[in-house]
């Protein structure tokens, strides 16, 4: 589904899929870089909910105007925007890394947009934790590929996609590739925009209004990732937040074990 922002001739797409399933609807907001379809290994084990996953604007399937015009406020009016056009009602959803810090951005906009929130390891720094993003090793990536196959081997060879299980890299490159004018397949998210959204990320002041947040949100994080501590005390200053610690797992705990994941999620929104 394409969901209309704005009015002509600014209007821009913000594109929805079908990850799958049948019932209450639940949503499925990616991290940084990424886009909807690395979460469906994920949505394959609520077979019980309707599964809808949304490429936040520039990643994916959906426009952007330029890197630089994006602040974080606008991913939250767009998850707003979304939730409305699909006429969703107490909307449950499954954020990972920046996509949960866009959904709490969403819920500080306008209290009640969300009835429950999942989030694994999700992104409301405080201010000493700028200088953890690595901005300029995003900005190095490689853009352009020979073939499918080539990016798979490329992006499988080492952390933090050789990490991950094998569907969730193939659809990372399946659908986060598109078709170069110089031949090839190039990213559809371009680094300099998955740049420009780390830097974005760290503009926010979600991290002081915590408190304000009073949606049951479940903050995940894997034991073994950098954002462990981050997530524990995010999960303590939200107004109704409670942590659960994947000892094993690592920020792409969702992508490296989907099953053990879900099994906690569904838990909680049972």
């Not at 940084?32 to 379809?37: F, L, V, Y």
């Amino acid at each position: 589904m394409t969901v209309i922002l704005g009015a002509a001739p600014l209007a821009m797409q913000l594109t929805t899929h079908h990850l799958g399933g049948d019932g209450r609807p639940l949503l499925f907001v990616h991290g940084n870089g990424m886009h909807a379809h690395v979460l469906e290994p994920l949505a394959s084990f609520f077979p019980g909910r309707e599964c809808i996953g949304i490429d936040l604007r520039g990643f994916g399937h959906s426009e952007c105007e330029t890197a630089e015009s994006i602040h974080w406020s606008v991913h939250g009016e767009d998850l707003r925007a979304t939730i409305t056009a699909l006429d969703i009602a107490d909307a449950d959803i499954f954020a990972h890394s920046m996509g949960g810090g866009v959904s709490m951005i969403a819920e500080l906009q306008q209290s009640g947009t969300l009835a429950r929130m999942v989030t694994y390891e999700p992104v409301a720094p405080p201010p000493h934790w700028a200088s953890q993003m690595d901005v300029e090793g995003t900005l190095r990536r490689q853009r352009h590929f020979d073939s499918h196959e080539s990016a798979i081997e490329r992006f499988g060879s080492k952390s933090p996609w050789s990490e991950v299980s094998p569907n969730a890299l193939r659809a990372y490159v399946e659908w986060g590739l598109k078709p170069s004018a110089d031949g090839g397949y190039e990213l559809r998210c371009d680094p300099h925009h998955e740049a420009m959204n780390y830097r974005a990320g760290l503009t926010h002041d979600t991290w002081d209004r915590l408190h304000e947040i009073a949606v049951p949100t479940l903050v995940m994080c894997g034991g073994e990732s950098y954002a462990a501590q981050r997530s524990a005390d995010i999960a303590e200053r939200l107004g109704d937040g409670r942590l659960h610690v994947f000892e094993a797992l690592n920020h792409f705990g969702p992508m490296q074990n989907p099953a053990e994941v879900a099994a906690v999620a569904n838990n909680f929104l049972d």
